[in-house]
Nanobody
Framework: QVQLVESGGGLVQAGGSLRLSCVVA????????MGWFRQAPGKEREFVAT????????DYEDSVKGRFTISRENANNTVYLQMNSLEPEDTAVYYC?????????????????WGQGTQVTVSS
């Protein structure tokens, strides 16, 4: 069982920034692609960003491109999501997820392990 623990969520005003962190308690972290997803109240969980095992390749959901940046530090088994210019529509529970190596995926069903989530609330 792979444990993922997110942190860094909170309440922020529109236009503000937050950085989410996800620590993975798994020695094979360095070979896993990682992703961030979010789920707003009453909505389905949706893709936000993904990064390959080396950090060279990334992909983003269209509405966050240019505002969010995913990165990773393999030495610390940690993946980050830097969120700038936050909007009320970004309010959701944000989840970190681990995928197997290979092509980047935006599909929930391709991710094997999930964290418990961290709440992000953006006030207008």
């Amino acid at each position: 069982q792979v444990q993922l623990v997110e942190s860094g969520g909170g309440l922020v005003q529109a236009g503000g920034s937050l950085r989410l962190s996800c620590v993975v308690a798994e020695r094979t972290f360095v070979v896993k692609n990682m992703g961030w997803f979010r789920q707003a109240p009453g909505k389905e969980r949706e893709f936000v960003a993904t990064i390959n095992w080396s950090g060279r390749w990334t992909d983003y959901e269209d509405s966050v491109k240019g505002r969010f940046t995913i990165s990773r530090e393999n030495a610390n088994n940690t993946v980050y999501l830097q969120m700038n210019s936050l909007e009320p529509e970004d309010t959701a529970v944000y989840y970190c997820a681990a995928d197997r190596p290979g092509a980047l995926s935006t599909r929930l069903e391709d991710y094997d392990y999930w964290g418990q989530g961290t709440q992000v609330t953006v006030s207008s």
